[in-house]
């Protein structure tokens, strides 16, 4: 079992930015890959950034090219999601996730349903 808990959410003003943070406890050897989803009200969970734990590849939706970056501390076992010059449409709730499967495409883990563990969430409320 992994266990993951975010944090760093919060309100904040269009502009700014947030650092996100999951950190990772239990069988965390096991985990292959990570990511951040998010779920904005009346929205289906989202696609935002994914990253190979062993080598830091990284893989981002679209939509999160230029604005966010995912990033990791192996020694911490923390996941981060650094999000700059936020927007009133980044307000959502923020989710990360793991997963112990291997796939040689990084494409492949931004299907939520292709992660085994889940945190339980951070809101992110952008608004002046």
């Known amino acids: 079992q992994v266990q993951l808990t975010e944090s760093g959410g919060g309100p904040a003003q269009p502009g700014g930015s947030l650092r996100l943070s999951c950190a990772a406890s239990?069988?965390?050897?096991?985990?292959?890959?990570m990511g951040w989803f998010r779920q904005a009200p009346g929205k289906e969970r989202e696609f935002v950034a994914t990253?190979?734990?062993?080598?830091?590849?990284?893989y981002y939706a679209d939509s999160a090219k230029g604005r966010f970056t995912i990033s990791r501390d192996s020694a911490k076992n923390t996941l981060y999601l650094q999000i700059a010059s936020l927007e009133p449409e980044d307000t959502a709730v923020y989710y990360c996730?793991?997963?112990?499967?291997?796939?040689?495409?990084?494409?492949?883990?931004?299907?939520?349903?292709?992660?085994?563990?889940w945190g339980q969430g951070t809101q992110v409320t952008v608004s002046s």
């Open positions: 996730a793991a997963t112990s499967r291997v796939v040689f495409t990084l494409s492949y883990y931004s299907a939520p349903e292709h992660y085994d563990y």
């Open positions: 239990g069988r965390t050897l096991s985990s292959s890959a």
């Open positions: 990253i190979r734990w062993r080598n830091g590849s990284t």
